[in-house]
């Protein structure tokens, strides 16, 4: 199965930036690499294109109805989105989201048959304290409460430390790939989804892609600032090779 990378190009870049983004990444993509481009929502349509795959960064968990300035998933997915990024960090912190309302999106995701990509991470406290595998379990078990099991495997699991977002921090490859493991038996002994990718993300960049990408329990990488300069992020993936 190919390798992963997600570009979280958050609340970044206006039309014109978008225009500009799209003719500097095409056919700069290689075909080794699954690449998921999750840009705002007025921009989805605009990043269509075969050569890689279209992400959002949030969607709402009803279908339809009476929610003004929320999008749902079935919305999305006729957009041609099939990957939805769910409960990052800024979600859960700035817009106050709590574990119930992550697991009602992860639901409402796979029930339309499109990718929940689910973010967890500890934040510096919690790692001070050596608590990220309960943090993590914590997590990971409020999320997929419920959570039909033979659609368990579609669900991605992206490991993002609060404290290595943005920050230019990391944890150290064996920490990350300790992690990408722990989850991967997370997922096998409690839910008996034995094919989980699990991604991670924070601070990723040029100097340490490589060494991130080919850790052995760890499905692809989560890029955000490394991912908002269209140049520099073809620059980071070719890094890669
Ligand atoms: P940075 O790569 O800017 O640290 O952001 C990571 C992230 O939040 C991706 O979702």
Redesign the pocket.
Known sequence: MKKLV?A?L?MNLGLEAVQKYITTIKGQITNQLLVIICPSFPFLSLFKSAEYQLGSQNTFYKKDGNYTGEVSPSQLKSLGVKYI?VG???RRLIFHETNKIINQKVAAVLKENLYPIL?VGENKEQKLLHKTPVVIKEQLNEALKKIDQEMLNDVII?Y?PIW????GLTPTPGEINSMGEFIKRVMSFEYNANNTRVLY????NQNNIKSIFSLENIDGV??????VNPDLFIETLNKIS
């Open positions: 997600v979280n958050k990024i990052h960090s800024e973010c992206a993002e290595a977002i943005g920050t993300g924070g601070s990723i989560l890029i955000g600032g490394a991912a």
